[in-house]
């Protein structure tokens, strides 16, 4: 069983930046996509980005795209989510997921695609 912990969240003024980390139980990180994903109030879960097994491949959603990046260090089974110029819709509870099964080490944008998640840490951004 994968545990992934999510921490570094917090409160916020807008256009202040944030990282949030999660870190993998398990030495199998280093060959397996990961992806963030976030949850307001009374909405559905949405996708924020996703990172490959080695950090070649990465893709994000249009809502955070060249505000926030994503990364990895497979040394420390830890990805990343660095997020800049914050907006009170950014506020979320973010969650880190990893990907199992044979198409593990490749991006993936739906949730359905994750087999393992993090609690989820909360962000909120005050205006």
């Known amino acids: 069983q994968v545990q992934l912990t999510e921490s570094g969240g917090g409160l916020v003024q807008v256009g202040d930046s944030l990282t949030l980390s999660c870190k993998s139980s398990r030495e199998s990180f280093g060959s397996k996509a990961m992806g963030w994903f976030r949850q307001a109030p009374g909405k559905e879960r949405e996708f924020v980005g996703t990172?490959?097994?080695?950090?070649?491949?990465?893709v994000y959603s249009d809502s955070v795209r060249d505000r926030f990046t994503i990364s990895r260090d497979n040394a420390k089974n830890t990805v990343y989510l660095q997020m800049s110029s914050l907006k009170p819709e950014d506020t979320a509870v973010y969650f880190c997921a990893q990907r199992g099964g044979a198409l593990a080490p490749n991006v993936a944008t739906a949730a359905r695609d994750y087999k393992y998640w993090g609690q989820g840490t909360q962000v909120a951004v005050s205006s």
């Open positions: 990172i490959s097994w080695n950090g070649d491949d990465i």
